[in-house]
């Protein structure tokens, strides 16, 4: 019984595995894919997140925010979020614009350019987020929700984010890693399952081997 349960749980973890990976493929092809046209107004997120979208507008450059906590292969740094006031529009969204690294001592700063931009991204649901070791307010801030910035500056904004992936020059880096869906998660937890099944099966062998032998 206990190793029949554990092939089944493994199964299931299986099936969870195959599952993300149908769902990485998904997203690849979604950010491989044509822009889609962001238009101002309330709009339903789903059918955007993880795929490639593109507005046209101005940044914000004092709304600017530096999430913190953000390394990047081994570097302290910073993710940069502007809000983009879309074109004849009181909507914005929120624009994930790319890495910078911290430098001690350094002045904390990025060019944001003043004038209209289309920029082109992945559409995301939320951003990332961090460790909270501090209050979420000001310029620098360890976590950013779309909910909470448009509460605390009355901005109107859609509710996603775009990860930039066009370029600008503005000094930051956009060589955003992968999302993580969980495969590996999946696969380790099956193959667990499965280790625990091969263990059932043979303190099964054994025990009736035993009890064959005491008779």
């Not at 999430?67 to 909507?91: D, K, M």
């Not at 009355?154 to 955003?176: T, Y």
């Amino acid at each position: 019984m206990a190793c029949a349960g554990f092939v089944a749980l493994g199964n299931w973890q299986s099936r969870r595995a195959d599952e993300k990976r149908a769902l990485a493929l998904e997203i690849e092809r979604g950010t491989r894919g044509a822009p889609v046209e962001l238009a101002p107004g309330a709009l339903e997120p789903g059918p955007l997140v993880h795929k490639r979208v593109a507005a046209r507008g101005v940044f914000i450059a004092e709304r600017t925010v530096f999430l913190a906590n953000r390394p990047r292969q081994g570097r302290p740094g910073y993710e940069i979020v502007t809000p983009l006031r879309l074109l004849q529009s009181e909507w914005h969204v929120l624009v994930n614009r790319g890495w910078l690294a911290a430098a001690p001592g350094a002045l904390l700063e990025v060019r944001t350019p003043r004038s209209e931009r289309r920029i082109e991204g992945v559409a995301l649901e939320r951003l990332s987020h961090a460790l909270d070791i501090g209050p979420d307010k000001g310029s620098v801030r360890q976590n950013l929700t779309i909910a909470d910035f448009a509460s605390e500056t009355g901005l109107r904004l859609v509710p996603i984010v775009i990860e930039q992936h066009s370029p600008a020059e503005d000094g930051l880096e956009r060589d955003w890693p992968h999302p993580d869906v969980g495969i590996d998660q999946h696969e380790a937890y099956a193959l667990q399952w499965y280790a625990f099944a091969a263990l059932a099966l043979v303190l099964g062998v054994v025990l009736s081997f035993r009890r064959v032998a005491a008779r």
